[in-house]
C-alpha cells in the first residue's frame, strides 16, 4: 500500500520524506492557503469536528525577540488538531493507553528558504492498532493535496 501512496505522491509533485523517523511529510508546489483549505475540508467531509487551529509559525514569529531569538523558522506554520469518535474508541478499546495520541494533528508548514512550496504530514503512530489512525491521517492529507 505506501508504494501505491508514494506513486500517487509523486504523480501529483509530491515528495515524501520521513523526518527522523517521527514523521510523514509531503512537500508539494502549492499555496499554503490553498493546502490549508484543502485540510479543513478534507477533514469535515471525514465528518470530523477541527477542535484547535495552533498557530505555531505566528506564535514563534511573535515571541521571538522575547526569547532573545532573531530567525524566522516558517513562514507560516499550523497544526489542525481533531479526533475521530469511532477510530478512538477502537484504539482506546484496544489499548486505553492509546489516550495519549489524542487529538490528532496534521501540520502544515511554509519555510523562508522555500516559499513557493508547502509540506503537509503527521506524527508517524507506533505499530498495532494505531495505525488505524495513521491511515485516517495518511487518507486526509492525501484528500488535501489533491484538492
Known sequence: MRTTLLA???A??????TAQDTAITYTVDQEYDDVTFGLESAITDEGLLIDAV?????????????????????????VYNFCSAKVSRDVME??????QFCPYGIFVMQMPETPDQ?????RIMPEGPMKEVEALL????QTAIEM
Open 54 to 78: 495552533n498557530h505555531v509559525g505566528a506564535m514563534l514569529e511573535r515571541t521571538k525577540e522575547d526569547v532573545g531569538a532573531t530567525k524566522t523558522v516558517f513562514l507560516k506554520a499550523e
Open 94 to 99: 484496544a489499548d486505553p493507553m492509546n489516550l
Open 118 to 122: 508547502t509540506t503537509i504530514g503527521y
Open 12 to 17: 501529483l509533485g509530491a515528495t515524501i520524506a
Open 138 to 141: 495518511e487518507k486526509i492529507v
Open 8 to 10: 500517487a505522491a509523486l
